[in-house]
Each structure stands twice: as C-alpha cells, then as structure tokens.
C-alpha cells in the first residue's frame, strides 16, 4: 500500500484544522498524526526552522508548512473542487476572508481561550496528552502550563489587554451574527461551494471558539452558523453547486466583508509601511523580521499598541499576485470595502516564504 501524505497537528490548532477539513472536502488521502514533544522537536523543527503547526510531510521527502502555502500547493495538484474561485471579485473576496480568519481572529481565539478560566483545564489536558502522550498526567499537566502560560503571553503583544477584551467581543459577537444572517440564506461564504475563506474561518470557530468549553455555546447559539460548522467538520458528501454567475457575491456577504475591512485595514497600511521603511533601511538584509516595531489596533473606538506584524504583508501579495492586475470593476469593489489604500498600490518589495520565515525575494 502506498504511503499517505501525513498531516502533523493537534485538534486545538485552527490552522491544523484549516489544513484537514480542506483534506477532506479534497478527498485527498492523508494520515492526521499528532505529533509528541518528541516529534516536534527531532522532526519538525529541523524540517521547517520552528516547532510548530500544521506540517505535512510527504512519501517523496516534501515538507510543507503554513497553511495557505500547503492549500496553494495541493490546490495545484488536485484541480478537481478549486477551492480558489475563477472570477476576480469571487477570489478576491475568499481570499480577503481568509486573511481576516487567519490574521484577525486569532486575537478572538486567543482571547477566549486564555481569558476564560474555565477552558484552563480543558487546554493544558489537551497540551499535555498530545505533547507528552506516555507520561503520567501529573507530569503532562506540568509542562503543558509552561506551554499554556507563553501562549496566553501573546495576547498584550497583540493589543488585546483588559481595556479591550469588551471591545473585542462586542465586535466577536456582531461578526457571528452577520455570519449567522449570512449562513441562513447561503450555504458557504460564497453560497454554492465552500472556497478557501471557509476552511481558514472554519479552522478558527471550530479549533477555538466552538471547541474550547467557555464561553459556553459562542458559536452553537447561532443555529444557521452552526450548521455551516457542522458541514465544513463533516465529509462533505451533501450536493454542491456552482458559484453565482458573472462574478457576483451574496448580499448578505457585502456587510461581513465591509466589518472585516475596516478591522483590519489599519494593521494592514501598517504592515505594508513597516515593510517599506525596514527594506529601505536593510537593503543589504534578505530575511524579514516577524515585528517591524508597534503599530496602534483599534477595536470599537478603544485602542492599544501591538506589535506590527510582517506575515499579513506576505498574505496581501499572495491575494495580488492570485486576483493579478485588478479590473476597473475590482478596483470599484476594493473601493466599496474600503480596502483601496491596501491592494490599489504596487507593494515596495516581493517576499517569499520559506521555513516558516520570510524573505526578501
């Protein structure tokens, strides 16, 4: 029997999750191991730079990490179910989702992991049994605090102190429920076939906000947003359908898309200028630093510093380079979303990325 491609991850990882519903919605044969302390430190971490989640390794000594760039690569080899849409607006706006889902939730997920005591419990079990399967549990429980306490540490450095947990929420909440709305009328982000924007929001509710034991029912009490769960966690054997015609996009889409906008729009401008002033002052340096100083996040009128991030720079090329040169209609659809400043410009330096790290290019 043919060796499988095997996907490295655990259940709490929306990207891990991200990775396997599109697995699954792919039918593409894999085997979904979990990798221990062990693993993670002799396997993945001199195979991609880091120890870190999803990693799929291949039966031809391929090793693919970050989520986007393994959908990018399988979506290649696998045309059948693009999950990529043929029309610009379409794919810019499966896109534009999951860059949202990937880049701005996380400070959702990680705040109502870490912030609610009662999922404490829950998370470092979970830490404990997959990093430290054959210890007793004591010892499970030991180290995984230590796990659990450097990853509740990412939430200051983020801009998510106590000022702006309430903001958060409160915009958390309208989101889920323009999605609830949304979901009731569509059967996926684009209606007809789940497209990547599904599995990257799909990775986020399901790994964190609906998995995770508090806040109790987040996402269940949205009975239309839970059925869409339901589906992209399922085997997806219910009848799909086209995409609707002539580039278009759901009503009930628009409002989801305009709030995710102007979320995150501003640390968007800021990634691109960190990239900009760091490239002028490094000419002679290739790699790209993960922080280019602290930028301002502003949540329902409240804000805070946190730290200016570099990956969404590479995530708004990859859209550019996948949507090309935009039509006079896309670039009226940017517009409408408020999202000219970030995708009307040329970007002032190409990277790539490579061992979970980003690079002049």
């Known amino acids: 029997m043919a060796k499988k491609d095997q996907l490295l991850g655990w259940d709490v990882s929306p990207y891990t999750a991200k990775v396997g519903s599109y697995f699954n919605y792919k039918n593409i044969p894999y085997d979904y191991k979990p990798p221990n302390a062990h ?40 045309p059948n179910k693009p999950v990529f849409p043929d029309t610009p607006k379409q794919a810019f706006a499966s896109m534009l989702l999951e860059l949202f889902a990937d880049e701005w939730l996380p400070m959702a997920s990680l705040h109502y992991r870490w912030n609610y005591k009662g999922n404490l ?48 929420e409160v915009a958390v909440e309208n989101i889920l429920s323009l999605l609830d709305k949304h979901f009731q009328a569509c059967k996926f982000l684009l209606d007809g076939q789940p497209t990547i924007g ?10 964190h906000l609906h998995r995770d034991p508090e806040p109790v029912d987040l996402i269940r009490k949205y009975d239309h947003l839970y059925t869409w769960l339901m589906a992209m966690h399922g ?34 401008e800021q990634s691109i200028q960190g990239m900009k002033a760091w490239a002028e002052q490094n000419p002679e340096k290739n790699r790209i630093p993960p922080r280019f100083g602290d930028t301002t996040l502003t949540i329902e009128g409240e804000s805070e510093t946190r730290y200016n991030l570099s990956y969404p720079y590479w995530m708004v090329q990859r859209i550019k ?11 009226e659809f940017m517009q409408e979303l408020g999202l000219a400043s970030v995708f009307s410009e040329a970007l002032p330096v190409k990277v790539g990325l490579k061992r979970a790290r980003l690079y002049k290019s």
């Not at 429980?141 to 702006?164: D, E, H, N, Q």
């Not at 599904?198 to 790994?207: I, R």
């Open 39 to 78: 693993t993670l430190f002799r396997k993945v971490q001199p195979a991609v730079g880091k120890m870190i989640m999803p990693t799929v390794f291949r039966p031809d000594g391929t090793v693919l990490q970050d989520s986007s760039l393994i959908i990018d690569v399988y979506d290649m080899e696998n």
């Open 198 to 207: 599904d599995f990257a929001l799909y990775g986020q509710l399901y790994a």
């Open 235 to 268: 085997s997806f054997d219910q009848p799909l359908e086209a995409l609707p015609s002539n580039d278009e996009i759901p009503e009930t889409l628009m409002p989801i898309l305009q709030t995710m906008a102007s979320l995150q729009v501003p640390l968007l």
């Open 321 to 331: 380079q996948r949507v090309g040169e935009p039509s006079t209609e896309l670039q």
């Open 121 to 168: 419990k829950f998370i470092i079990g979970e830490f404990g049994k997959n990093a430290l399967p054959y210890f007793p549990g004591f010892v499970q429980r030991t180290v995984a605090k230590k796990f659990a306490g450097k990853m509740s540490g990412y939430l200051p450095i983020l801009g998510i102190t106590k000022k702006m947990e309430p903001k958060l």
